[in-house]
Every structure is written in structure tokens, then in C-alpha cells.
């Protein structure tokens, strides 16, 4: 896992970072600064740009499984980036016209939501902006930058997003000059990574056309056209909770979902980290046929997943009450939601990267054409759980979605390939991280200054968890670098 440990501690640094920053901004700022339907009107833009961001691409992203072949720094890549940025563009042509066609109907879905209607068009720039992001950070990974775009994403935007929060938090702009300079902090990344493809010498729109047989175009054809089918699904499945409580229920509601969504998407992070860089290594591996490296990686990829999502599972659940205590009263509706989306989230990175496993197999298409049909499982979840439970009705059909997906994976892998990742060390590893949970609620009271009681939760949890991790020899990435860092301390 050369490639991999480096690049995922460097992106899990700064996925941290982000954790910090997006705490700040969602958990202390945020709720004061923004009204419930304020932050449900920036989370429905966000939730609508990237799904539509990944019907305008046109399937074209599925082509990344056949870049090896185009690989070649002597000729550009053969003209790569000029196709993704040239079926791109198409397909911004598309969705601005369905998006003025259809403005009515889109608009309609949110009757409940007046701000949507008036902040209509700031979806079709930042549909387009995601586009291109999307299709430039893939690009970047596909040559082994890996970490430019996660660092982007994770890391710069949350920053300026935290900036824009905290002018209007101290008054010092209006809401709609607000929404003007929250747009511009999530379409910076996209012209900050162009600017490192070309400090890199890899920023190339020269046609190759001569290297497009017809062979290779009925294979980018027939990819393109089954990743619009089937690539959608994926971002429908994350989004459409908002989309349906904001429909149901209203923006405010929408509001109020998104802080529990953004505790639980903490648990995903590393596992995020890891799929981005891990997507590339494991595609080689398949075209070299080294399924002992395939089987390593995720072997390892599990149990360092399942002990990083549980230690964070456990930090959030114990202190949960301490995170209401700094919001207002009106975000208490979300206590469960967070327990259910991050039991889900959980569930998610606990399985490893069985996802990147199947999306880059000859059998890719079993694993798209199920995520088409989780979509229909998501969506009856929703309209059953939403009215019944509110919410927590959506978190819970949340984390039936990732338990359903990730036993079909689970499943799949085991009888195709005969890799089955789980070993002792993930139950051990469960056992540990439910009794120093239990230990922190039994042993430690309960302090009425949350700041203390949130302090001396954390570090007992911590105190107890990461130890018994180390000492029981649970995950072998995991004490590598506690024994680099214990390394490096005694050299001073």
C-alpha cells in the first residue's frame, strides 16, 4: 500500500482539518448566523448541483476505467481532458435548457421553500462549476495527484465557506450578498485546481483523434452510456433525503437535517480519503491481474476503516448532548437523525473499499445496476419513514440504504472473488469501542459546564480507546504510525 498510506495521510491531515473547520462552521456558527431554512437553502443548492452535475457529465467520468490506455505523458494523454471538457460542455448545454424549461416543475417540488424560488438560478452556475471540478479533480487522480482535489474539496472550500459564514454571522452583510459570496467560496476549487493541472504541465486540450479506433469509441460509447443509467444513482441515494424533506416538510426542516447529516458525514471522511486514492492503485491491479494486492488492501482497508468510523462514532454519540447544548433549541429535532445517519456512515466505512473493489471489475455493471435499484428502495424508505418519523424518518432509511448496499458488496466479493476482509481484529475491535463507550457514559457523571463535561468525555475515550487499539494489535497501518510518532518523540 505504498502509494496509499502516504497519500492517505496526507489527505486524512487535512480531512481532519476540515472536520475542524466544518465543525465550526456547522455546528457553532452556522445555527446562530443562519435561520433553519437559510441552511436548508444552501444544503438543497448543494444536494441539486451535484446530482445534476452528474447526469450534465453524460456518463463520461465511467471512462476513467479505460485511462490506463490513454495514459501517455509523451502525447497528453492522448487528448483525454479535451473529451471529458468537450462532452462536458455538451452536456451544460443540456441541463440549462432543461433547467429553464423545467423551472416550474423543480420549483413546484418546493412550494414549502420560498427562498428556492427566489435563489432559483444560482443552480445552474454551480451545477456547472461542480461539473468541471468533478471532471478536473478525476483527471488529476487518474495521474496519481490524488490529494489536490480531496484537499479542495475537504479542506480549501470549507475555509472560504466559514468566511462567508462569518461575515453574515457578525452583520456585516445582507442575506443576499451572503448567497453571492457563498457561491463564489464552491466554485474557487474548480479554478484552483486548473491552476495546479497547469503548474503541473498537465493541463493539455489538444485532440488526439487519431487515437480514437473504433474499437475505443465503442467502448467509451457503451461506458457512457451505462454510467448515465447507472451513475447517477449513487448521488441520488445521498441526496435525496434533503430533496424529499424539503418537499415534504419544508427548507427549514431541511435545515435542521443537514446539521445531523454533516455530524454523521464526519464518520466518512478518512473512508473518503481512502477511496479517492485508492480507486486508481486498485484499477492497475486488476489490469495486472494481482488480486493478493486487490485482497491487502482490503483486508487492511476494513479493520483501519472500522476502528477510525467507530473511535468518531462513539466521540459523537457520548457528547451529543454537550453538541445541542451550544445550538438552538429549534436543532434538537436532530438528535436521532445524527445517531441513525452516522450509524450509517459507519456501516459505510466499516466494509472497507468494496466499493472501489466492484466499481473497477469486469463486474462493474452488477454494482451499478443495483445502485439503480437502491434508488427505488431510498426513495419508498423515505416517503413511508418522513411522515411516520419526520427526520429521524430519513436518517433511518439512510442507514437501511448503506446496511442493504454494503451486504450486497459484502456478498458479492466473497462469492466472485472468494475475499471475505473481515478478520478477529474487527470484532475485537467492536467490542472494545462499545465498552469504553458504555465505560464513558457509567464511570464519568455528568458536568453542567458543557465545555468540561464535552473535554473530559473525549479524553477518556480517548485515553482508553486508542491504547487498547495499539496494544491489542488491531490494525497494523494503525500502529505503524503510532510507533512512527512514539519513534520521533524519543528521538527528541
Known amino acids: 500500500m505504498g502509494i496509499i498510506k502516504q497519500q492517505t495521510i496526507k489527505g486524512s491531515i487535512y480531512s481532519y482539518l476540515g472536520i475542524l473547520i466544518g465543525f465550526l462552521t456547522v455546528s457553532i456558527v452556522q445555527p446562530h448566523a443562519l435561520s433553519p431554512e437559510g441552511i436548508g437553502l444552501i444544503t438543497l443548492l448543494g444536494s441539486l448541483s451535484l446530482m445534476f452535475a452528474q447526469f450534465a457529465i453524460l456518463g463520461f467520468n465511467g471512462t476513467a476505467r479505460y485511462f490506463p490506455y490513454f495514459r501517455s505523458e509523451e502525447n497528453k494523454h492522448n487528448g483525454y481532458l479535451f473529451l471529458s471538457c468537450i462532452i462536458s460542455a455538451i452536456g451544460s448545454f443540456l441541463f440549462i435548457i432543461i433547467a429553464y424549461v423545467y423551472k416550474d416543475e423543480l420549483v413546484g417540488h418546493n412550494q414549502k421553500s420560498v427562498l428556492f424560488e427566489h435563489y432559483y438560478w444560482y443552480l445552474v452556475p454551480l451545477t456547472i462549476f461542480t461539473l468541471f471540478f468533478n471532471v478536473f479533480d478525476l483527471y488529476a487522480r487518474m495521474l496519481y495527484n490524488m490529494t489536490t482535489g480531496l484537499i479542495l474539496r475537504e479542506f480549501t472550500k470549507r475555509i472560504f465557506v466559514l468566511i462567508t459564514i462569518l461575515l453574515i454571522y457578525f452583520h456585516l452583510v445582507t442575506f443576499d450578498t451572503f448567497m453571492v459570496l457563498w457561491f463564489f467560496a464552491n466554485i474557487i476549487p474548480t479554478a484552483l485546481i486548473i491552476i495546479r493541472l497547469i503548474k503541473d504541465n498537465q493541463f493539455s486540450l489538444k485532440p488526439n483523434l487519431d487515437f480514437l479506433t473504433k474499437d475505443m469509441v465503442r467502448k467509451l460509447v457503451g461506458i457512457c452510456f451505462f454510467t448515465i443509467l447507472t451513475g447517477a444513482s449513487p448521488l441520488i441515494i445521498q441526496n435525496i433525503d434533503n430533496i424529499l424533506i424539503s418537499k415534504k416538510m419544508g427548507l427549514d426542516h431541511t435545515g435542521v437535517y443537514s446539521l445531523a447529516f454533516n455530524f454523521g458525514l464526519i464518520i466518512s471522511l478518512p473512508s473518503r480519503s481512502l477511496y479517492s486514492i485508492a480507486y486508481t492503485v486498485i484499477a492497475e491491479s486488476w489490469r495486472a491481474n494481482d488480486l493478493k494486492n486487490i485482497k491487502s488492501i482490503y483486508e487492511k482497508s476494513c479493520v483501519t476503516q472500522l476502528i477510525s468510523a467507530l473511535f468518531i462514532f462513539i466521540l459523537i454519540w457520548a457528547n451529543v448532548d454537550n453538541i445541542f447544548a451550544i445550538l438552538p433549541p429549534v436543532f434538537k429535532e436532530g438528535k436521532y437523525a445524527i445517531f441513525f445517519v452516522s450509524l450509517g456512515f459507519f456501516i459505510d466505512s466499516a466494509t472497507g473499499v468494496n466499493l472501489v473493489i466492484l466499481a473497477t471489475s469486469k463486474y462493474f455493471k452488477y454494482d451499478s445496476l443495483f445502485n439503480v435499484l437502491l434508488v427505488g428502495v431510498i426513495v419508498i424508505a423515505n416517503l413511508i419513514l418522513i411522515p411516520i418519523y419526520g427526520i429521524t424518518g430519513a436518517a ?69 480507546y486508542i491504547p487498547a487499539v495499539y496494544f491489542l494489535q488491531l490494525s497494523d497501518d494503525i500502529n505503524g504510525i503510532i510507533d512512527s510518532l512514539i519513534f520521533k518523540l524519543k528521538r527528541r
Open 396 to 464: 433511518i432509511a439512510s442507514a437501511l440504504t448503506f446496511f442493504i448496499f454494503n451486504l450486497f458488496r459484502y456478498l458479492f466479493i466473497l462469492i466472485k472473488f472468494k475475499m471475505q476482509p473481515f478478520k478477529i481484529q474487527s470484532l475485537l475491535a467492536i467490542i472494545v469501542g462499545v465498552l469504553v463507550y458504555y465505560l464513558s457514559v457509567w464511570i464519568i457523571p455528568h458536568f453542567q459546564n458543557f465545555i468540561v463535561d464535552t473535554t473530559i468525555r473525549t479524553a477518556f475515550i480517548t485515553i482508553i
